[in-house]
């Protein structure tokens, strides 16, 4: 959220969008104690102003950031189905089911849908080689499901492109934290 908020204080105010950011977990925007630190760590900067947001809650039995189930928003496809968002900017990775729910909403719905991935290579994070061999075959058709494909870096803007993904379908939004 960090790197996101000013992006989305930025377009909050220009007058021929109207946005809405829906949080699946508020984590990282609050206070909270981080177990490797063992303190209670905070943005020295206010994270959900300036812009129009909506928490949707939860229903992960063991809530998290990390793992498919941790994060279990159905409420997410109401949100969608329910107004006439011209698209839907879906940030949380393909890894958890709440990404999938407004995937299927999105899509189902005539949405336009753009997905973000700080992605730049295809080498598995755990080392395991069975991982980019999945991903060659896997991540074209997964992000040519969307419309427009978000990158923070020229390194993900050519692993795209190795995918088959097409210039026109590519935008390069670099993180920035105001």
């Not at 995937?103 to 997905?115: C, D, I, P």
């Amino acid at each position: 959220v960090q790197y996101q908020s000013p992006i989305f204080r930025q377009m909050a105010q220009h007058r021929r969008l109207d946005i809405r950011v829906a949080y699946c977990s508020l984590q990282g925007a609050e206070a909270a104690l981080d177990p490797e630190f063992g303190i209670e760590l905070s943005w020295d900067v206010p994270l959900l102003e300036g812009y129009p947001w909506t928490g949707v809650p939860n229903m992960s039995r063991r809530s998290g950031l990390e793992g498919f189930f941790g994060l279990v928003n159905p409420g997410l496809w109401k949100l969608i189905s329910s107004t006439n968002y011209d698209a839907v900017v879906i940030l949380t990775g393909y890894v958890c089911v709440s990404f999938w729910i407004a995937l299927l909403a999105a899509k189902l719905h005539r949405r336009a849908v753009l997905f973000g991935t700080d992605a730049h290579a295809l080498t598995a994070r755990d080392g395991k080689g069975w991982k980019p061999r999945l991903k060659r075959v896997a991540w074209p058709r997964l992000f040519g499901l969307a419309d427009v494909v978000i990158v923070p870096s020229t390194r993900g803007v050519e692993m795209m492109r190795s995918l088959g993904i097409p210039d026109e379908r590519l935008t390069l939004t670099p993180y920035v934290v105001d």
